[in-house]
């Protein structure tokens, strides 16, 4: 007798964001972002999917979560 673990599905959900580049300069405006991901999925996964719609490398940027014009939390890759 074998058994197999699958996975358990996850809807998809839309991720709004903001794209804030380090050096800004006058006259910037925010540019924003949508992904669908999986609630499920890791940071590595969205990551993954930055890089197939906006071209963005794994490790070019930070993901923050932003409350009150304060970081409240760094989520990394590892």
């Given at each position: 007798?074998?058994?197999?673990?699958?996975?358990?599905?996850?809807?998809?959900?839309?991720?709004?964001?903001?794209?804030?580049?380090?050096?800004?300069?006058?006259?910037?405006?925010?540019n924003r972002g949508e992904l669908?991901?999986?609630?499920?999925?890791?940071?590595?996964?969205?990551?993954?999917?930055?890089?197939?719609?906006?071209?963005?490398?794994?490790?070019?940027?930070?993901?923050?979560?932003?409350?009150?014009?304060?970081?409240?939390?760094?989520?990394?890759?590892?």
């Amino acid at each position: 007798m074998m058994t197999m673990l699958l996975p358990i599905p996850a809807e998809k959900k839309p991720i709004t964001f903001f794209y804030v580049p380090y050096n800004l300069c006058d006259g910037y405006v925010n540019n924003r972002g949508e992904l669908t991901v999986r609630s499920n999925e890791t940071v590595m996964d969205f990551r993954e999917a930055m890089k197939v719609k906006y071209g963005k490398g794994l490790a070019d940027y930070t993901i923050t979560k932003v409350n009150n014009n304060e970081f409240t939390k760094y989520f990394s890759s590892a």
